[in-house]
């Protein structure tokens, strides 16, 4: 008879055998994951998309982790009575706007990210666009309106990811 453990192992195993020509063929390979939506809000989705994350960077790809955070700094935003507008799904981010952004992106929501990373067995380090000026934005105005502090990414300066990749950090 078949515990779980047995059908839970065998279906991991299967898995693996799956992914191993993919492992094979992007080993060294330099992979952008976005993390964001309800892997966010969900504890046991997060923990589990951590040790995902962590397996990458041991089977020899170089995991690089942007996050998105926007439900989370609504809440932020709310709590301090500053509303929020949308623009084309672009949230429309003023100077005070700003700052909440970058309290809420760069300080907690980078650090839980780390946090949970370090906790599944990694190694990371939790950068900001404006580290280095890795970023390099132009003014984004959908639709022709100023939406304030918002940019589309034109560059990415990638010498601090490479050389933390280079020393093994995700």
Do not use: C
């Not at 994350?53 to 690089?64: I, K, M, R, S, Y």
Request: aromatic share 4%; proline share 4%.
């Amino acid at each position: 008879m078949k515990t779980m453990s047995d059908i839970d192992f065998q279906s991991r195993a299967r898995v693996l055998t799956e992914a191993l020509p993919y492992l094979q063929q992007f080993r060294g390979a330099l992979i952008v994951i976005k993390y964001g939506g309800a892997a966010m809000v969900d504890d046991q989705l997060a923990d589990s998309w951590a040790r995902d994350v962590v397996l990458l960077e041991h089977v020899g790809l170089q995991p690089v982790i942007v996050h998105g955070g926007g439900p989370a700094l609504t809440r932020t935003m709310e709590r301090m009575g500053i509303p929020t507008q949308f623009v084309d799904g672009h949230r429309v981010t003023d100077a005070e706007s700003a700052e909440v952004a970058e309290m809420v992106l760069s300080g907690r929501i980078n650090k839980q990210v780390v946090s949970r990373l370090h906790r599944a067995g990694g190694r990371a380090v939790g950068l900001s666009g404006t580290d280095a000026a890795m970023l390099h934005v132009r003014r984004h105005r959908p639709s022709g309106q100023d939406i304030g502090f918002v940019g589309l990414v034109e560059a990415v300066d990638t010498t601090p990811l490479r050389l933390l990749i280079e020393s093994d950090y995700i």
